[in-house]
């Protein structure tokens, strides 16, 4: 069974930095493409970043230029590097490993961005 359990978050002031961190359990961590997506309170969840397992990044315009997704495959975790927080970065930050029709989810850490 495939686990993953993210860590990180917390609270930021404006213009701050966090390093979310997603260890992956129970399976082959290599074969899969990672993503981070958030769901701000009364928003659908989207997403903010991903890895495929070949190392190619892609990222949601909102946050290219400042967030940085990367992966550790000898520690089976992924990270995203957040960078410049603003006010609408505050979310639930959720960490995704997708591999054709399986998708796996962490339980989601709070980022909060607030002076």
């Known amino acids: 069974q495939v686990q993953l359990v993210e860590s990180g978050g917390g609270l930021v002031q404006p213009g701050g930095s966090l390093r979310l961190s997603c260890a992956v359990s129970g399976s082959i961590f290599t074969i899969y493409d990672m993503g981070w997506y958030r769901q701000a309170p009364g928003k659908q969840r989207e997403s903010v970043a991903s890895?495929?397992?070949?190392?190619?990044?892609n990222y949601a315009g909102s946050v290219e230029g400042r967030f940085a997704i990367s992966r550790e495959n000898a520690k089976k975790t992924v990270y995203l590097q957040m960078n410049s927080l603003k006010p609408e970065d505050t979310a639930v930050y959720y960490c995704?490993?997708?591999?054709?029709?399986?998708?796996?989810w962490g339980q989601g850490t709070q980022v909060t961005v607030s002076s």
């Open positions: 995704n490993a997708h591999r054709g029709s399986y998708d796996h």
């Open positions: 890895i495929t397992s070949g190392g190619r990044t």
